[in-house]
C-alpha cells in the first residue's frame, strides 16, 4: 500500500454542543489516489462536510490520521498542495473576479504568463469571462460558486476538496463543473467532492456514501 494522496484511517471526530462533546464521525476511512475523482454521497447531516474540513486541514480529527502524501499535517496555507471549496466559497469581497481566481497564484509566486493561462483557461472552461473584472460581491452567487472553484484550481493542487460544488448551478453551469473537476483529476489531482447531485456520482471513480458519520459503502462507479 501506498501513502500516496490522501489517506483518512479511523476518524471519529465532533463537535462541543452546549459543553458536551457530541461526536459526529465514527471511525471514517477512505482514500484518494492522485489523479482519482472521489463522490462523497449521503443524506443531510451525515458527515460530508465534517468529513472535507479535515481533509482540507481545517481541522483536525479526535482521533484517527488525516494525512496527504504520508504528511499527517496538511497545511491549509499551501494551496498548491490542498486546495478547497467551502460551501460558503470564501471568497474575499473586496477583490474582483479575477484576482480571487489568482490570490493562491499570487501568494505562490506562479509566473504571470502561466498564470494568464490559466486565468483564461479556467474563466472560459467555467463560463466566468464575461466577470472577471467586476467585484466579487457584484455577481451572482452561481458565479460566485464558480469562482470559488476556479481558485481552487489555479495551481493544479495535489488535492482539491470541494462541498456541494454544483448546488447553485443550472444544468449547463454543472456540466461545466464536472467538466473541470474531470479535467483536474486527468491532470493529476486528487478530487475529493461532496454532492448531493447523481451527475458528479456518475463520473467519479468512486462513491463514498456516508450515513450518520459512518461509511456504509465506498464502491467504483
Ligand atoms: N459546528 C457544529 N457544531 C455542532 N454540530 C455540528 C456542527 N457542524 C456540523 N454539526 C453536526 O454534525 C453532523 C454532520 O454535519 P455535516 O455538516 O458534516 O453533514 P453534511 O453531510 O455535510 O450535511 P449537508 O448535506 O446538510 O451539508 C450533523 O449532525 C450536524 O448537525
Known amino acids: 500500500m501506498t501513502d500516496s494522496g490522501l489517506r483518512v484511517v479511523g476518524v471519529s471526530h465532533g463537535y462541543a454542543v452546549r459543553g458536551q462533546r457530541l461526536e459526529v464521525l465514527h471511525d471514517v476511512s477512505l482514500s484518494v489516489a492522485p489523479g482519482e475523482l472521489v463522490a462523497l454521497a449521503g443524506p443531510s447531516g451525515s458527515g460530508k462536510s465534517t468529513v472535507c474540513h479535515l481533509a482540507a486541514g481545517f481541522e483536525s480529527p479526535d482521533a484517527g490520521t488525516v494525512a496527504l502524501d504520508g504528511d499527517a ?6 494551496w498548491a498542495r490542498i486546495a478547497s471549496v467551502p460551501q460558503q466559497h470564501g471568497l474575499l469581497a473586496g477583490l474582483s473576479v479575477a484576482d480571487n481566481i489568482a490570490l493562491p497564484a499570487y501568494r505562490a509566486g506562479l509566473d504571470a504568463a502561466l498564470l494568464d493561462e490559466r486565468l483564461a483557461g479556467l474563466a472560459e472552461a467555467l463560463d466566468l469571462g464575461a466577470f472577471t473584472r467586476r467585484a466579487v460581491t457584484e455577481t451572482s452567487l452561481g458565479e460566485q460558486q464558480r469562482t470559488a472553484v ?3 484550481l489555479v495551481l493544479s493542487p495535489r488535492l482539491v476538496v470541494l462541498d456541494e460544488p454544483t448546488g447553485h448551478q443550472d444544468d449547463d453551469h454543472v456540466e461545466q463543473v464536472i467538466g473541470v ?8 489531482s486528487g478530487v475529493l467532492v461532496a ?9 467519479a471513480d468512486r462513491v463514498v456514501r456516508l450515513e450518520d458519520g459512518r461509511v456504509v459503502t465506498d464502491a467504483a462507479t
Open 195 to 203: 454532492s448531493h447531485d447523481e451527475r458528479v456520482w456518475a463520473v
Open 150 to 152: 476556479a481558485r481552487a
Open 73 to 78: 499535517c496538511p497545511s491549509v496555507a499551501d
Open 181 to 188: 473537476l474531470v479535467g483536474a483529476a486527468r491532470a493529476g
